[in-house]
Nanobody, 122 residues
C-alpha cells in the first residue's frame, strides 16, 4: 500500500505560480512511478504529468508543457509539480497518483491522494 498526501494548492492570479507537493508513505517510494491528474467541475479527469521512479523520464500533457515541471526527491519520498504561468483553465482539483509503471492513463494508477484545489483567477 502507498499513502499519498498532497499540499500546496490555493488561489492564484493569472500568470502566477504554485508548487504542489505529494508526500508518499508505505511501500518503497523509489520504485514506483508518480504523476498528477486534475479534474475540473463538469469535466473528465485529465492527465497532467508523470515521472518514472528514477526521475530520468517525464511526460506532460500538451496543455501544460513548457509551464509545469514534475520532479521527485526519493530521499524525501516526495514528488512535486511546479506550475508557472497559470491560466484560469488550470483551475481544478489536482490529484497525486502512483503506480508500478508510468502511464498517461488514469486507470493504470492504483494509488490516489485526496486531491488539492487549485484556483486561478482571471
Amino acid at each position: 500500500q502507498v499513502q499519498l498526501v498532497e499540499s500546496g494548492g490555493g488561489l492564484v492570479q493569472t500568470g502566477g505560480s504554485l508548487r504542489l507537493s505529494c508526500a508518499a508513505s508505505g511501500r518503497t517510494f523509489s520504485r514506483i512511478a508518480m504523476g498528477w491528474f486534475r479534474q475540473a467541475p463538469g469535466k473528465e479527469r485529465e492527465f497532467v504529468a508523470a515521472i518514472t521512479w528514477s526521475g530520468d523520464s517525464t511526460y506532460y500533457a500538451d496543455s501544460v508543457k513548457g509551464r509545469f515541471t514534475i520532479s521527485r526527491d526519493n530521499a524525501k519520498n516526495t514528488v512535486y509539480l511546479q506550475m508557472n504561468s497559470l491560466k484560469p483553465e488550470d483551475t481544478a482539483v489536482y490529484y497525486c497518483v502512483a503506480a508500478p509503471i508510468i502511464s498517461t492513463n488514469w486507470r493504470v494508477y492504483n494509488y490516489w491522494g485526496q486531491g488539492t484545489q487549485v484556483t486561478v483567477s482571471s
